[in-house]
């Protein structure tokens, strides 16, 4: 018996029948054909997919627009890249990586701290800012969102005193503390005993690195359902969006429907990184 792959030209298209048996291809063709076009549902989930993987990264020339101080783009941008662990590495999805991006300890190099630091108000400011009469609360995830969050904090008085008007700033644990306080939520009272019934707050994620998603997506889901905080954003440092690029989609973490409508931005690719990272010739 010879197999026989049914190819339909129609962009967009789903084939039920893939490989047919030569003994019933009429009646297999037609089948197949009758269901090719994609539901309008579909289309919308297929650009959905898409767009999780794609991608965050803000443009060179829109970024620089948003910056107090321009000249933090390149200094940053070369302080990622020259702070990279040259491997191999393994990674745990299996991957063989020639370098390991280092970026959560460039925020505790005394050279560039502050530039980050000023470039995250920055896009936080550009991005984010709330209508009059409304506040925002940046939250900052585990270790290297927790010193983003707090560099935040403290910078801001100084460099961005006017979103101090309507900014807040928390520190959120991976996992609530067994003692003391058992609080997992770390900053000013009125935002750490907030309870799932509490009025709705928005709030911006922060974080070093954005690969699957996956932190992000634990992160808004724990908020949302303990505390009524809505991830309405997320600024990253780097975003790895080649991680994405042939992740199973169950394991896509942008896709997930609790980030449907959060804007995920990232002061640069990747791929911008890698163009100057330090290599032996």
């Not at 300890?105 to 991005?127: E, G, S, Y």
């Not at 505390?227 to 997930?256: H, Q």
């Amino acid at each position: 018996k010879l197999k026989v792959t049914l190819r339909c030209a129609t962009p967009l298209a789903r084939v039920r029948v893939r490989h047919i048996m030569v003994d019933g291809q009429s009646k297999r063709i037609e089948a197949a054909r009758g269901s090719v076009a994609m539901s309008k549902e579909e289309l919308i989930e297929s650009k959905r997919i898409e767009a999780a993987r794609g991608s965050v990264a803000m443009s060179k020339e829109e970024l620089i627009e948003a910056l107090t101080n321009k000249a933090d783009y390149d200094s940053v941008l070369k302080a990622c890249a020259n702070n990279v662990k040259m491997g191999p590495f393994t990674a745990t999805s299996g991957l063989v990586l020639e370098y390991y991006l280092n970026v959560a300890t460039n925020m505790l190099d005394k050279q560039v701290a502050a530039p980050i630091t000023r470039m995250t108000l920055d896009l936080i400011r550009h991005a984010f800012k709330p209508p009059p009469g409304e506040k925002a609360l940046v939250v900052g995830m585990e270790m290297a969102g927790g010193v983003m969050v707090g560099q935040c904090a403290a910078l801001c008085g100084l460099t961005h005193p006017d979103m101090l008007e309507w900014c807040d700033f928390v520190y959120c644990r991976k996992d609530r503390k067994t003692t003391g306080t058992v609080q997992q939520l770390e900053g000013p009272g009125f935002i750490v005993n907030r309870k799932p019934d509490s009025p709705a707050l928005k709030c911006i994620f922060l974080d070093d690195a954005l690969s699957s998603g996956g932190s992000m997506r634990d992160g808004a889901k724990l908020l949302k359902e303990d505390y009524n905080i809505i991830v309405a954003g997320a600024v990253y440092l780097v975003d790895r969006s080649k991680d994405r690029a042939s992740l199973p989609v169950e394991r896509l973490g942008t896709a997930d429907p609790i980030l449907r409508d959060t804007k995920v931005l990232a002061l640069y690719d990747l791929d911008e990184v890698d163009k100057h990272v330090p290599r032996k010739s």
